[in-house]
């Protein structure tokens, strides 16, 4: 990844207009930019230059973005902004559930997408520190959570859902997305199966931070883990 100061965003874009005006404001905003207007070769792009971010749009010649997105997360963990005129929620699900960090519906204003961009370079930037301050530590040999004064134990699959939610503060992971990622057999279980575990895993963690909600609900499509304090939605 690029150094803080000359962080790279892939901007993938048909519309040669929108794509500049995206460009001068990242720009502005002190990051470099390269656009590419179609689907064909973005993969083998991202493989051999590795920018911080990709801004992707939906819909491109060539190849579209969600088949994209799902080649690049085979292969890398780079921030993905989805963009698109098509609000429709299959589709917001979808982007989601292959990895996408963010969606953002046309029309945008560009500073907004810049502040997202900012948000979600701060937190992958967080992530890679080598050492992470958090209100909790968990502990994988032995299944335990714990802060300064207190601990707990989970089962398996609680502590696979907390250490896939902690490893990535504040993104949205869809059900079927967490399914995935805890079933690794892929068993057919419910959207309901993680809402039960979601809930058991909330009254565990409330023994350690009875004051606080972390993990959070996104109506309509998932969780989120975020340690600072909010609404909670369910």
Known sequence: ????????????????????L???????????????????????????????LILLDLMLPGKDGLTICREVRAHSEIPIIM??????????????????????????????LVARVKAILRRTQAKE?????????????SLRVKTTSKEIELT???FSLLETLY????????????????????RIVSDRTIDSHVKKLRRKLAELLPDREIIHSVYGVGYRYE????????
Request: charge should be negative; charged fraction near 30%.
């Open 156 to 158: 398996a699959v609680e």
């Open 167 to 186: 490893a990535a503060p504040g993104r949205i992971f869809s059900r079927n997305s967490l399914m995935d990622r805890i079933y690794r057999d892929h």
């Open 1 to 20: 990844m690029s150094s803080q100061t000359q962080l790279l965003i892939l901007i993938v874009e048909d519309e040669e207009r929108l794509a500049q």
């Open 129 to 141: 520190k080598p050492a992470r301050s958090g209100i909790l530590s968990l502990a994988p040999d």
């Open 227 to 234: 340690e600072l304090e909010g609404d909670q939605t369910d």
């Open 83 to 112: 963009t698109t005129a098509r609000v429709e929620e299959i589709d917001r699900l979808l982007g989601l559930e292959l990895g996408a960090d963010d969606y953002v519906c046309k029309p945008y204003s560009p500073r907004e």
């Open 22 to 52: 995206v460009a001068d404001y990242l720009k502005i905003a002190g990051y470099q930019t390269q656009h590419l207007s179609e689907g064909l070769g973005v993969t083998d792009w991202v493989r051999e230059h590795e920018p911080d």
